[in-house]
């Protein structure tokens, strides 16, 4: 390549790295191989990219550094044997130029392998049970720590994840379980798939030592609850209370977009993160005694309301009873950006897209769900 090309290359990286953007990703495909051996995750991401204005040039989120003494390795490859590519890696982004432009509306794949151990977002660690686990968590902007994305809130595409891990783990991801395969070596490969565009901060995988319960369908909505072993019987106990939430609140609020609802204990950094349809709780979530109501009516409400922000209400569970209180009022408490307001000692405001409705109090009991 001549000493000219490559100016001319890196003037048009800069002017891509600052302009509008060029592509609107449709969708990602990711297969992983974990091992017990070491921490370094193998992958491959394929991303089927839509352009949205004629270009040679674009970019994707996805940081290269590693946790050890040597970057994440780095490879670009394109099925369309007709089309050649460039690919140049400067962390935190990786720059590829075409052989030829795309039009505007072509829909081109990629396909980028990178092998290493994640800096972020897919915490590789052990669980208060002394359990091997691997949990991304990408909230806000985190998910290109550990994949090749654009790591934008408004860039929303279909995913599927393919994770091949020693047979003893399980593995829950976003959407639908599309397959789980027992492969030669002690190894299984399982397979989800989400068909809904999500964001890539709610895009997660978990593997882990699981047990697993199904506590039942709302509205054809399958539930299950993913704890560790090691507490199963009050994990599965304190997570069969997100089935009444979840009636209650597509009651009031309205349709659960996905086909299935797994909450999940984990080693999220947060108290809960609203993955799409794969929520991921504290591992201190789990106390056997169902007084964690708040942060799932917290969690699950976020899986309603993204779109139906008209009406600013808010709903607020009392952590010293078995209330989740409804009043009209401004926006207060957790937002995708920041807190905005500490709660009351006694209070967790949770924020919700609202229809105008006087306040109301909704006792959850053993059984049953009664309001006034």
């Known amino acids: 390549m001549t000493k000219k090309f490559i100016g001319i290359f890196c003037v048009l990286l800069g002017t891509i790295a600052h302009s509008q953007p060029v592509i609107d990703v449709q969708h990602y495909k990711y297969e992983f191989e974990l091992t017990d051996e070491s921490d370094i995750v193998k992958g491959r991401a394929t991303i089927t990219v839509k352009f949205l204005r004629p270009s040679d040039t674009l970019s994707f989120d996805f940081v290269t550094k590693n946790k050890g003494n040597s970057n994440m390795t780095v490879s670009l490859s394109m099925p369309d044997a007709s089309r050649k590519a460039l690919l140049r890696v400067l962390s935190p ?93 002690n190894k299984k490969i399982t397979h989800w798939r989400e068909d809904i565009p999500l964001p890539t901060k709610v895009m997660v995988i978990g593997a882990a030592d699981f047990a697993v319960n199904y506590p039942g369908d709302v509205n054809c909505i399958a539930l299950s609850s993913w704890v560790f072993p090691g507490n199963k019987a009050d994990g599965f106990y304190d997570y069969s209370a997100a089935k009444d939430v979840l009636s209650f609140l597509i009651d009031y609020i309205g349709p659960y977009p996905f086909k299935k609802l797994a909450n999940i204990q984990s080693l999220t950094i947060f108290g809960g993160m609203e993955n799409a349809s794969a929520i991921f709780y504290a591992e201190g979530s789990i106390s056997g005694k169902q007084n964690h109501l708040e942060l799932f009516a917290h969690e699950i409400a976020k899986q309603l309301g993204t779109s139906r922000m008209t009406n600013r209400y808010q709903l607020v569970a009392r952590k010293k009873a078995r209330d989740l209180v409804i009043t009209p009022g401004e926006i207060v408490g957790f937002s995708a950006e920041t807190w905005n307001e500490t709660p009351a000692s006694d209070m967790a405001p949770i924020l919700l897209p609202w229809a105008e409705k006087k306040q109301e109090v909704w006792r959850f009991e053993k059984d049953s769900v009664s309001g006034g």
């Open 93 to 185: 982004k990786l720059f590829i130029k075409l052989n030829r432009p795309a039009n505007t509306g072509d829909s081109v794949n990629f396909i980028i392998d990178f092998k290493g151990i994640p800096f972020d977002g897919l915490i590789i660690s052990k669980n208060k049970f002394g359990q091997r686990t691997f949990f991304s968590d990408n909230w806000p902007d985190r998910a290109h720590f550990w994949i090749p994305c654009v790591d934008e809130l408004t860039d929303k595409a279909s995913v599927e994840f393919l994770v091949t891990a020693p047979t003893h783990y399980q593995v829950i991801s976003n959407g639908i379980l599309v397959e789980e395969t027992n492969l030669a070596g």
